[in-house]
């Protein structure tokens, strides 16, 4: 079993930056991969990033490629998602997800454990 609690949303306001941070706790939760998604009021959630859990490799979605940066310490079993040139549109609730194969994060969308979510508002 691994738990995830996600923290560092907020308001802010276009063209500025946020760290989000997520830490996991469990016997395993060092060897597994993590990401990010999001879900906009009325949109389907959405795949943002994930990261290896060596953090060797790192995918991001296209939408946010250039601006946000997804990154780990192992030491704190921590992974951060650094969002910058935010715009309008990436406002939504940010959930971060831990699985044991990052194919699942990565390429099938999915996740087996998830955070409750942490809110990230950009005004414009």
């Known amino acids: 079993q691994v738990q995830v609690v996600e923290s560092g949303g907020g308001l802010v306001q276009a063209g500025g930056s946020l760290r989000l941070s997520c830490v996991a706790s469990?016997?395993?939760?060092?060897?597994?991969?993590m990401g990010w998604f999001r879900q906009a009021p009325g949109k389907e959630r959405e795949f943002v990033a994930a990261?290896?859990?060596?953090?060797?490799?790192?995918y991001l979605a296209d939408s946010v490629k250039g601006r946000f940066t997804i990154s780990r310490d192992n030491a704190k079993i921590t992974v951060y998602l650094q969002m910058n040139s935010l715009k309008p549109e990436d406002t939504a609730v940010y959930y971060c997800?831990?699985?044991?194969?990052?194919?699942?994060?990565?390429?099938?969308?999915?996740?087996?454990?998830w955070g409750r979510g942490t809110q990230v508002t950009v005004s414009s």
């Open positions: 469990g016997r395993t939760a060092s060897t597994y991969a």
């Open positions: 990261i290896t859990w060596r953090g060797g490799s790192t």
């Open positions: 997800a831990a699985d044991d194969d990052v194919r699942t994060i990565a390429t099938r969308h999915a996740s087996k454990y």
